[in-house]
Each structure stands twice: as structure tokens, then as C-alpha cells.
């Protein structure tokens, strides 16, 4: 049911020239179907200089063709990789046949939406598994890829959005608790380990993601609000005491 589910959200959740993404969900007002993306909410959150901006786009293209090697290989393990891209690919490998974890899907679109406050956003989670246990309980799993030099803090409020985001779309069918994690893979053999790294406190960093996604819709909304003065008649009939 929750793999359904996901595909379902999947074929509605589409990104838009690299910069927002569209949600076709008629139960969401039209103007509010765009949603900005997870990573734009936290780049205005932590703002960085043109340098680190210019490392990042620098490494970019890298870490997007192996994002699209490991997606492939999830589904087909015999799909051809690069030499370049190898040490990063096995080492996925040597670490998911470790993991325990059953893949339900890999680059899964999400979004949330608050009808009240209209707080709204979407992105694209690496990696959706679960593992079984003896005792017959289920443990869901989200998975971020990075391979920068480090797992950096606010990886952890990108995968609390994501969390987030999964319990909104499996609103009513989602039965078990959810686990975020951060896999950092090497790119060879002289580049830092392959590590992993949990979420804790989810429930606070959620609220705190969504606190400011929410500011931000309020933001948004002040600047587009044309009546931010009095007019003249209302000032004059405020200085006359009416």
C-alpha cells in the first residue's frame, strides 16, 4: 500500500527548470501547487559566500551523475558505470548488501502542504527502505547521499523535511515510526571514509524546519500585500480621532 502510495505521489510531484516543483493536486489551490524546494529553503536559511557557492557548483555535476548511477543500480545492478565514478558506486553496493534494508524507492519525489498556514515545499529523497525484524515489526528508512567532503549540520533539517514530508502524503496508512539518515560516499580511496550519520530530536527539528517555511510564507505573502500604509484619508481621520 505504502509503495502504491508512493508511486502515485511520484507521477504528480514534477521539478520545474531546476528551481521550484510543481504539485498536480487538485485538492491544493492552483496558486499554491508550485512549491519551492527543500534545498532553497535551507540555502536562505544558511546563506553561503560566492566562494563556497562556487565549490559547490563546481562539484555539482559530479555528484549528480553519481546520484543517477546509484538510482540505476538500485533497480539494475549490472548498469554500466564509469571508471571515475567506481570507488563511490562499490562502495554503495558493499554498504546497502550490509544495511539490512529492502528498497521501496529510490529519487522519490515528496511534498507537504498545510492548507491553513499554506506552508509548502517538495524535494526528492535518495533512498525509501524498510527492515524487518524477528518480531514481526517494520522500520522505515530515509536515505540522503552526499559526497562532499563532510555531512554537514543542516543535512539533518533537509531529512526532517523529508520526513515530514513522507507523514503528510502517507497521512492514514503510514503505521510505523520513520528513521533519517545521511550516507557520505567516497569518491576514492583518499577521500574520507564512507560514513553514516542518524537524525535525533526528529520531532524538534521538524517543528523547527516547518517554523521557518511557515515565516516564510508569511514573508512572502507581507511583500506581495500592497496595503502595507494608510492611505491619507485614513491617517487624516486617525490624527482627527475617528
Not at 555535476?61 to 540505476?72: D, F, L, R, S, V
Not at 520526513?163 to 533519517?180: F, K, N, Y
Request: charged share 25%.
Amino acid at each position: 500500500m505504502i509503495k502504491d502510495r508512493l508511486n502515485e505521489i511520484h507521477e504528480r510531484v514534477s521539478l520545474v527548470e531546476n528551481s521550484h516543483y510543481y504539485v498536480d493536486d487538485k485538492t491544493i489551490p492552483e496558486e499554491h501547487r508550485a512549491m519551492p524546494r527543500v534545498s532553497s529553503v535551507l540555502d536562505r536559511l544558511f546563506p553561503v559566500t560566492d566562494f563556497v557557492d562556487h565549490l559547490r557548483s563546481q562539484a555539482a555535476p559530479w555528484g549528480t551523475a553519481m546520484h543517477k548511477y546509484i538510482e540505476e543500480l538500485t533497480y539494475d545492478t549490472s548498469y554500466p558505470v564509469d571508471q571515475e565514478f567506481r570507488y563511490a558506486t562499490d562502495s554503495w553496493f558493499d554498504w546497502i548488501a550490509n544495511s539490512g534494508l529492502k528498497v521501496m524507492a529510490a529519487e522519490q519525489k515528496l511534498y507537504y502542504y498545510n492548507p491553513e498556514t499554506h506552508a509548502r515545499f517538495a524535494g526528492t529523497c535518495d533512498l525509501i527502505g524498510y527492515k524487518e525484524y524477528d518480531d514481526g515489526r517494520q522500520q522505515l528508512f530515509l536515505i540522503d547521499y552526499k559526497s562532499s567532503s563532510k555531512i554537514r549540520p543542516e543535512n539533518a533539517l533537509q531529512l526532517c523535511a523529508y520526513t515530514l514530508a513522507m507523514e503528510h502524503i502517507l497521512s492514514g496508512i503510514l503505521s510505523t515510526g520513520i528513521r533519517a539518515q545521511v550516507l557520505k560516499l567516497p569518491k576514492s580511496a583518499q577521500d574520507n571514509p564512507l560514513s553514516l550519520k542518524e537524525c535525533r530530536d526528529i520531532e524538534w527539528q521538524k517543528e523547527l524546519f516547518l517554523s521557518s517555511v511557515e515565516n516564510q510564507v508569511a514573508i512572502e505573502e507581507w511583500s506581495s500585500h500592497l496595503t502595507k500604509w494608510l492611505t491619507k484619508k485614513a491617517m487624516k481621520e486617525a490624527d482627527n480621532g475617528l
